[in-house]
Nanobody, 127 residues
């Protein structure tokens, strides 16, 4: 059974940083591309960042360009989202997701391309 468990969320002041982690089990982690999505109250889930199986390619949403970095450690079955210069509009529940498909710039942003999802971790940014 596949499990994706996010951690690292919390309450942070605007301009601060957080690092989210997503630990995967029950799958061959290096065979899956990984993505981060978020959902704010009353809004649809939106793409944040994604990374290829090897980590050689990454994809990002314009809203987080230059602020959020995605990385992965295949030896630890973990993907990370480093979030810097946080803004109140970054407040959301953040989800990690895994897909066996090869990600392309278009497909990385589509949540239906992903096979497995975590339960999410809350990030709240106050001004």
């Amino acid at each position: 059974q596949v499990h994706l468990v996010e951690s690292g969320g919390g309450l942070v002041q605007a301009g601060g940083s957080l690092r989210l982690s997503c630990a995967a089990s029950g799958l061959t982690f290096s065979s899956y591309a990984m993505g981060w999505f978020r959902q704010a109250p009353g809004k649809e889930r939106e793409f944040v960042r994604a990374i290829s199986r090897s980590g050689g390619s990454t994809f990002y949403a314009d809203s987080v360009k230059g602020r959020f970095t995605i990385s992965r450690d295949n030896a630890k079955n973990t993907v990370y989202l480093q979030m810097n210069s946080l803004k109140p509009e970054d407040t959301a529940v953040y989800y990690c997701a895994a897909t066996s498909r090869t990600l392309l710039p278009g497909s990385a942003r589509r949540d239906y391309e992903y096979d497995y999802w975590g339960q999410g971790t809350q990030v709240t940014v106050f001004s």
